[in-house]
């Protein structure tokens, strides 16, 4: 690319110009649930929250170009974004290639050094590279987290430098948070949400992540790779992933998982894993001690 890298002032700040000229310094996808990708009134706190986050994450990676939010559900699209991800997550999901699509389909990360020439993605690399309003070099972190048993949502975050250990340590800390604020986004989009539903909601993630280090205490593991075992798990024993985390949690343990209060808000009790669940949990976690 012949022009030289956007001006840093160009990439939104909290307190700097909305760069989609709509009111909201992040931009929260249209995905059908309103105009401009509204979330229906009573919701506001979604998009704003979404957005704190997101220029949260910006202030804490230097070089930071943008990042954006997207789920791998049924309905695949980008939830919020910020700075060049406003462009960039759509073109992926619009080529149907690229570092977003592969930490989604994979559920790991996956990172580039410059999409530009990038031979994974030659669709994605031709489109970037006869762009000369783009910065030079755009690298990318993906990373992919689970917040319900149709898919995760995934996680990039664009830079001006091939990512460092500092880099993954700032993404890897605030991924969780956002992954539970588009969490509550998409809930809150599609109905009202109860507070049992809610509640139920943060219970399984924590459970998920209750599961995971314990994989990634028998393996010795990352938790990329721990959480990659255990939806690889899930979808060969063909058992929801919450379900096999509370198999595994409760096998291992040798205790019922905990329940959210469901009594303080009028909810059903928590369901119990079946038959098949455990079973899928046990010979997961025997093979993971053979291993």
């Known amino acids: 690319m012949s022009d030289p890298a956007v001006p840093r ?15 909201s310094r992040a931009q929260v996808a249209d995905n059908g649930r309103g105009a401009n990708g509204a979330v229906p009134a009573g919701f506001g706190i979604g998009p704003e929250l979404l957005d704190r ?30 700075g060049i991800a406003e462009e960039i997550d759509p ?7 690229g570092p977003t699509l592969r930490a989604a389909l994979e559920n790991e990360s996956t ?20 762009r000369t309003d783009l910065p030079e070099t755009i690298a990318v972190v993906a990373v992919s987290g689970s917040w319900n048993d149709e898919g995760p949502i995934v996680l990039t975050v664009y830079l001006d430098h091939p990512p460092c250990p500092a880099d993954l340590l700032a993404v890897e800390e605030i991924e969780p948070v956002l992954a539970m604020a588009a969490a509550v986004v998409e809930y809150c989009s599609e109905e009202m949400l109860r507070a049992d539903q809610l509640v139920t909601m943060v219970e399984h993630r924590r459970i998920i992540e209750q599961a995971k280090g314990m994989v990634m205490a028998v393996r010795g593991c990352d938790a990329t790779t721990a959480f990659r075992s255990l939806v690889v798990a899930s979808q060969h024993f063909n058992v929801k992933l919450r379900d096999l985390a509370v198999a595994t949690v409760e096998e291992v343990g040798g205790a019922p998982a905990e329940g959210p209060p469901q009594d ?11 038959a098949a669940a455990r079973g899928a949990a046990r010979r997961m976690w025997a093979a993971l001690r053979e291993n």
């Open 9 to 23: 002032a160009a990439v939104p700040h909290p307190a700097g110009p909305d760069p989609a000229g709509s009111g």
């Open 53 to 82: 986050l997101l220029h949260y994450l910006h202030g804490s990676v230097d070089g930071c170009l943008g990042a954006g939010l997207s789920t791998s559900a049924k309905d695949s699209h980008p939830v919020c974004s910020a």
């Open 91 to 97: 073109l992926q999901w619009k080529l149907g290639t």
């Open 111 to 130: 990172f580039s050094s410059d999409l530009a020439t990038d031979d994974r993605f030659p669709a994605l690399a031709a489109a970037v590279a006869e």
């Open 264 to 274: 303080a808000i009028g909810g059903a009790p928590p369901r119990s894993p079946d």
